[in-house]
């Protein structure tokens, strides 16, 4: 499973060593060394997950956290605080601020994978190679492969995300905004009609195996994957 983390941390020798070791399980890491900088790339990147250093310089770890919650295109983004402070109020203060996790320095990097795991599972489900099974459909990430109704079929890379995304948020109108940032990652600089033409393609795949009418357009709002769809 490989992430887009964003790594906010203003010591130059933690945030080394987390960019090796993130680096070395597969995540693609950028790293800001204080909130501004981590707003300027949010302004054009969403990534997967925030690692956000409690102690900044500037604006704090806690206030961004804050900011980025009450901002519809930031809420979503899952966030791991790191600090160094052990006192239990300020752990309560750190999930009020909207934090999905936090993690105590000094940490072993497993113990921060395993925590970044845990969140992508309950986040981005997208993002975790566990293999998903619903309405005769059947897709591994791990291996890219998927079946329906048993037999083996091929996706395009982004109609392989698109129906992973579905898979895992099943039942749900996602608008045209929403599926881009989710499954193209940033919205900013692609058009919403590009879903339309990708859902176009992803319908005709699922035609091959009797699957197209699991993806239900829903008029004037998006569209929306059931599992329970009737034909
Ligand atoms: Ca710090």
């Not at 960019?19 to 070395?24: F, T």
């Not at 083996?152 to 948020?169: I, K, Q, S, V």
């Amino acid at each position: 499973m490989a992430a887009n983390i964003l790594l906010v941390e203003d010591e130059p020798g933690i945030q080394e060593l987390l960019k090796l070791n993130l680096g070395q399980a597969g995540h693609k890491v950028t790293a800001a060394d204080d909130a501004e900088g981590a707003l300027q790339y949010l302004k054009t990147t969403l990534p997967d997950v925030i690692l956000l250093d409690w102690m900044l310089p500037g604006m704090s770890g806690v206030q961004l956290a804050r900011r980025l919650r009450s901002q519809d295109r930031t809420r979503d983004i899952p966030i791991i605080m790191l600090t160094a402070r052990t006192d239990e109020t300020d752990k309560v203060e750190g999930l009020e601020t909207g934090a999905d996790d936090y993690i105590t320095k000094p940490f072993s990097p497993k113990e921060l994978m395993a925590r970044i795991k845990a969140v992508l599972r309950r986040r981005a489900p997208q993002l975790t190679s566990d293999i998903v099974e619903s309405g005769g459909l059947r897709l591994d990430p791990a291996t890219h492969r998927l079946w329906g109704d048993g037999k083996p079929f091929e996706l395009g890379p982004t109609e392989f995300r698109l129906l992973h995304f579905f898979m895992t948020h099943p039942e749900r109108v996602h608008s045209r905004a929403q599926l881009l940032d989710q499954v193209w990652g940033d919205h900013v600089f692609v058009e919403e009609r590009t879903v339309d033409v990708h859902i176009r393609r992803l319908r005709k795949s699922l035609e091959l195996t009797g699957h197209d009418h699991l993806i239900e357009t829903v008029r004037g709002s998006g569209y929306r994957y059931s599992a329970t769809a009737v034909r």
